[in-house]
């Protein structure tokens, strides 16, 4: 009878000891689990700022070429060019003239000079007048 309790008390302390042994792993998987849960969430917030941050530039630079593209190119009739050291007036299709001028370009100021180089663009007849006006001797 000594030995059957024996044997007893040796399969009791078999299961006890296995049972505490599962759960021993099985809380310490849970917490690791858990720490590497949240190292995960904390990577994963980073990573959503950074994209935010990334789409927040792309729609500024967005909205900027909206912006860019929306502004109103005035019209113009004329275009005031350099020919030969003067001021000459072409319609806007830059091939008719429309008047030569005794405007000699080297007694404008610096920028403006700059401007009939490069075209300088005419919305109106009465701003073409005044610009004659304002220039010839």
């Not at 009739?77 to 000699?104: F, M, N, P, W």
């Not at 100021?109 to 006006?133: A, H, M, N, V």
């Amino acid at each position: 009878m000594k030995k059957e309790c024996s044997i007893r008390f040796l399969a009791l302390g078999i299961i006890l000891s296995a049972v505490i042994s599962l759960s021993a792993g099985f809380f310490a998987g849970t917490i690791k689990n858990q720490k590497s849960y949240e190292k995960d969430i904390d990577l994963l917030q980073q990573q959503n700022k950074t994209l935010l941050a990334k789409i927040e530039e792309v729609e500024t630079e967005r909205e900027k070429e909206l912006a860019e593209s929306l502004n109103v190119v005035e019209p113009y009739e004329y275009v005031l060019l350099a020919e030969e050291g003067y001021v000459a007036v072409y319609c806007a299709d830059r091939k008719t003239l429309y008047a030569s001028t005794d405007i000699q370009i080297q007694n404008l100021p610096d920028e403006l000079q700059q401007e009939i180089q490069e075209g300088k663009l005419i919305s109106s007849e009465e701003q073409l007048y005044s610009f004659l006006e304002n220039y010839s001797s």
